[in-house]
């Protein structure tokens, strides 16, 4: 992992006519230590920040021993490969996985597993509906893609679901995908992540909620305290047995509810219900005879057993 | 200062066409090797390169583009790197090995000059999909660039005996020798807000490949914001 040098060693002069370059000065208390060690700011255990595409260890500055522009050193260029009506001057090395549209693509090829609900990617999701007989409920209009027969339907909340959702804020607008073939489920290329209920529950934000099997029964909650806009925050709670597929905006970080677990109410995303939720704020007198407050006094607290855990979104809707 | 910007520099060039990270493409060009790139979506360039945006050759190809101004299309010439990014959509570079491609309007980023292509309507339910659905049919050997918001997925066709259908707001690009028919779904519960969301869809039967993004926002970014 830390083969490359690392970028804060004094760099050695191209050419290499230089001996091997003397370890490093070692930082202030940090004596006898490798050349390796990761500066501040690397987070130890990542890559360092060197050649993150795979590339050579650079030079000062990264850039290679000039060359012409787009002229590779002789012998780098594949002889035979030269499609027709190209001339010499741009390297024409073929992709590693061959040429071809197919092979192109193979990277992208669908992955077909007997499960019912398969991550394509990370921001794609397949149901099979031959899986189980149950249909599903998702999002209107977060389809992209089926294969089959497939009816797209309108799913009602209800008189009293509209009006709770109305007045909670936690209204879904959904569809019902019924029939035989395989829906694949996308929204605005936001990360999807298929949580797998079996007999217990997760707090999502409606929003959040891209996608669930049908046999999941759902109910608005509620969530007290002081300080919050509005007097209390809502939540839907998802409790059964089946899936529901939940988007956050980019990668989120799971954490485990420990005594100390806080969050903010704008960016958690889901909470196994197990968990309590307490609001914990930061009263401070001062707040209100200075300008200018951090904006972060108001949080959620999570206490729950080992093993609860939250879901937290970088992006703070 | 520059030591945690050091891996973003550039890597060695090993073709035409590369990318750089995931959603930044980058080409080697030559003379004589001319390039047609979406209009505007140069972020950088080294060396000598010259654009021309709606050359004659191209107003004639895509005479039939007739959303909005004209062909959103330029010619790129000249000695260099360029660097091409569509407001941070994924990159999908494709080699093409005398292989034909349809792509659709907006999801096309570049293409080598010597390629064959044409600009052509999609049948159906061109009407229904809102922009016009507005293609580039690309054939030949050569390399392709094509963006996508999200990862894109790319589904055979021929698979199963049903059709596939797509959102035409997800469609990327699909074999053009893929039979495509309009589907309605439109249900009449739909006028008294009782709908699905999902009206229409395009139907793909036959041999093929269909390259779908995971996002229905298909506007054009490039032609938007410029």
């Known amino acids: 992992m830390h083969a490359a040098p690392t970028m804060a060693a004094p760099l050695a002069p191209h050419g290499g006519m230089v001996p091997p370059p003397a370890p490093a000065p070692a930082p202030f208390g940090q004596p006898g230590q490798p050349p390796q060690q990761p500066q501040f700011g690397q987070v130890p255990g990542q890559a360092p920040p060197a050649a993150p595409y795979g590339q050579q260890p650079p030079g000062p500055y990264g850039q290679q021993a000039p060359a012409p522009y787009g002229q590779q050193p002789p012998g780098m260029q594949p002889p035979g490969t030269q499609p027709p009506g190209m001339s010499q001057g741009v390297p024409q090395g073929l992709p590693q996985a061959g040429a071809g549209l197919q092979a192109a693509l193979q990277l992208y090829k669908e992955t077909p597993t007997g499960q019912r609900w398969t991550p394509q990617n990370q921001k794609l999701m397949r149901v099979d509906l031959t899986m189980g007989d149950t249909p599903v409920l998702a999002r209107q209009g977060s389809m992209v893609m089926y294969q089959g027969k497939v009816d797209f339907g309108y799913k009602g909340a209800g008189f009293a679901g509209r009006i709770v959702g109305n007045a909670t804020g936690q209204e879904m607008q959904l569809m019902r995908c019924t029939g035989r073939g395989q829906i694949f489920f996308a929204e605005d290329a936001s990360h999807l992540h298929a949580i797998e209920l079996q007999g217990d529950g997760i707090c999502v934000s409606a929003e959040n909620v891209l996608a669930f099997d049908e046999t999941l029964q759902y109910e608005v909650r509620r969530i007290e305290g002081h300080g919050i806009p509005g007097g209390a925050l809502f939540t839907m709670q998802f409790q059964g047995t089946g899936t529901v597929v939940v988007k956050t905006h980019g990668v989120p970080v799971v954490l485990p509810v420990t005594p100390t677990t806080f969050a903010d109410c704008n960016a958690v995303v889901a909470w196994s219900s197990a968990s309590q939720v307490i609001i914990s704020s930061q009263v401070r007198l001062r707040r209100n005879a200075y300008p200018g407050h951090s904006g972060e006094t108001v949080n959620l607290q999570f206490r729950g057993a080992p093993g609860n855990f939250i879901v937290v979104q970088p992006y703070e809707v | 200062m520059n030591q945690q910007l050091t891996g973003y520099a550039p890597t060695p060039v090993t073709a035409r066409m590369e990318n750089h990270g995931s959603t930044m493409l980058r080409v080697a060009m030559a003379t004589g090797q001319d390039l047609y790139a979406r209009t505007g979506s140069m972020v ?85 999909a809102g922009q016009g659905l507005w293609n580039v049919c690309i054939s030949g050997t050569g390399w392709v660039a094509i963006t996508s918001r999200g990862t894109p997925i790319v589904v055979d066709c021929g698979r199963g005996e049903d059709e596939t259908y797509v959102d035409p707001d997800a469609l990327v690009a699909w074999s053009p020798n893929l039979k495509v028919k309009g589907k309605r779904s439109f249900k009449a519960s739909s006028l008294i807000g009782r709908g699905s969301g999902e009206a229409y869809q395009m139907a793909f039967s036959g041999q093929g490949i269909v390259v779908v993004q995971p996002s229905e926002d298909s506007t054009d970014r490039l032609r938007v914001r410029n």
Request: aromatic share 10%.
């Open chain 2, 44 to 128: 950088a360039y080294e060396g000598f390169i010259q654009y021309e945006p709606n050359p004659p050759a191209v107003r004639q190809i895509a005479s039939q583009w007739i959303t909005g101004e004209g062909a959103p299309i330029m010619k790129c010439s000249g000695d260099g790197l360029l660097y091409l990014a569509d407001y941070g959509a994924d990159v999908v570079v494709i080699n093409l090995n005398n292989d034909s491609l349809s792509v659709n309007g907006t999801n096309v980023l570049a293409f080598d000059g010597h390629l064959t292509w044409g600009v052509e309507r999609v049948k159906g339910l061109a009407k229904f």
